[in-house]
């Protein structure tokens, strides 16, 4: 049996040189492989394979797709991708769909050629599911999946599933070819969060926050060293530092197994301690991102972002000053948003200088408060998007043209598309950027 697990296109943000190896396809893989022996990613940015997957099918094949699962790099144009992918295949195939997109629309997934949809943490489920996928009766009694059986579309037995990353192995880089991606490696150490931001996804998904220890964490960097001489790493947990008391583990950990590398990380405000982020640096921790999302109070207040103003100007002037270099996210349009609350994001960045400014227009993300409350508004994008949409207050356009000028005038470089970042190499550590896409991890990170 051919076991295929598919990281479907997700262009143009992980296009050219962005290009991060797809760790929660790699963590779900390696879980398969331990219990099968076998399996082989397929990732879709990487092979220009124009939807027909039949060149990566054998006589007899499951096939895995891993969308929108940890990663929320995806686009509205990768779900018809995936569709037609699986409309085109021609050999005996079943199809498998995990992540937060077919959990919330798993009627769309099945009527476009889905056998099963995963529900929410497919850890364990997904062994089941693959072991059983034949056995139609064993399937009926595996909780939390979704599948047709006469016709009808079968919702299993709901179970609580608690979020447990603890235990997760090693993600297998080798199921990969890292050249084709960025030198920047990625590491996912935990799940979940202890925020409860109404834009997000995380605390509903995934549940309580889980995370692995101190001493395999540091073995998974030296595995990175070790076998792909890997001299940055990027961490990409929904929140970090969640644990103090591990991240002080982490650190002691670094140094005693004496490790040279330089990390990142994404963080929050809220989890944010001084003598922490100290020792974080001595380890060689060089890049942070805080989501502080607007300038505003109000609109703070209205996210449940639980921080102020004045908390998120001690908390980066300070980490500035360590050294580190800092990426702040602000979305632009979050429901009720004036012209006022942009200025006020506006006057908050132009004080602070973020290394990186991520700009958004909010994701109505389903299974969030906010997309509950607005479930009546047109045209809401639910994944990221650097388009405009179109906002009614002609006040609040003319204010975020003027904070955009105001960032190029600053020095800001402006990314309002995609890049080829090849040409953006050993840019001086202090350069900074305003962006609506991603920007490669590792870009001026220095010792
Ligand atoms: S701090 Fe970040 S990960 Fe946590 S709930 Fe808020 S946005 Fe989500």
């Not at 949809?117 to 364990?124: F, H, R, S, T």
């Not at 693959?130 to 999946?145: A, H, Q, S, V, W």
């Not at 003319?398 to 598309?417: A, T, V």
Request: a neutral charge; glycine letters at 4%; charged letters at 30%.
């Amino acid at each position: 049996m051919n076991i295929l697990v598919v990281n479907p296109a997700n262009k143009p943000f992980t296009n050219k040189s962005i290009l991060a190896e797809p760790i929660d396809v790699l963590n779900i893989a390696t879980i398969i492989e331990k219990e099968f022996g076998k399996v082989k990613i397929l990732d879709m940015d990487v092979v220009d394979m124009h939807n027909d997957i039949n060149k990566y099918l054998d006589e007899d094949n499951i096939v895995v797709f891993v969308f929108d699962y940890q990663l929320p790099l995806h686009t509205t144009m990768a779900i018809e991708n995936i569709f037609e992918t699986v409309k085109k295949a021609k050999k005996k195939t079943k199809f498998i769909i995990i992540g937060k997109t077919s959990t919330h629309y798993y009627e769309k997934f099945i009527k476009n050629g889905f056998d099963v949809v995963v529900e929410g943490i497919a850890d364990n489920t997904i062994i089941d599911v693959i072991r059983n996928i034949y056995d139609e009766e064993t399937l009926l009694k595996i909780p939390n999946i979704y599948l047709k059986s006469d016709e009808k579309i079968i919702v299993t037995e709901k179970k609580k599933i608690i979020n447990n990353y603890v235990d997760m192995p090693i993600p297998n880089r080798h199921l990969v070819d890292l050249s084709k991606y960025m030198d920047t490696r990625t590491m996912v150490t935990s799940r979940g969060c202890i925020g409860k931001c109404r834009f997000c996804t995380t605390p509903s998904f995934f549940g309580n926050w889980s995370g692995k220890s101190a001493d395999k964490i540091v073995d998974e960097i030296e595995y990175l060293i070790r076998e792909f001489n890997t001299k940055k790493i990027m961490f990409l947990d929904d929140n970090m530092t969640v644990s103090k008391k591990r991240i002080f583990d982490l650190c002691r950990e670094i140094e005693k197994r004496h490790i040279k590398c330089l990390f990142g990380c994404l963080s929050s405000i809220k989890c944010y301690d001084k003598e922490m982020f100290e020792k974080m640096y001595e380890v060689g921790f060089r890049w942070v991102h805080f989501g502080v999302e607007s300038g505003s109070e109000r609109i703070l207040k209205a996210m449940d972002k639980e921080m102020d103003i004045d908390y998120i100007k001690q908390v980066i002037k300070e980490v500035k000053e360590m050294g580190y270099r800092v990426r702040t996210s602000i979305i632009l349009d979050y429901p009720t948003s004036t012209g006022e609350d942009v200025l006020k994001t506006e006057e908050l960045l132009l004080d602070l200088e973020p290394n990186e400014i991520r700009l958004h227009y909010l994701a109505y993300r389903f299974g969030t408060p906010v997309y509950e409350e607005n479930k009546n508004v047109s045209n809401k994008s639910q994944y990221i998007h650097s388009n405009r949409p179109n906002i009614a207050n002609p006040e609040l356009v003319e204010r975020i043209d003027h904070l955009l000028n105001s960032l190029k005038d600053k020095g800001y470089y402006l990314i309002l598309d995609d890049v080829d970042w090849k040409k953006y190499n050993d840019l001086p550590k202090k350069t900074k950027f305003v962006s609506f896409v991603p920007i490669k991890y590792g870009m001026c990170w220095y010792e």
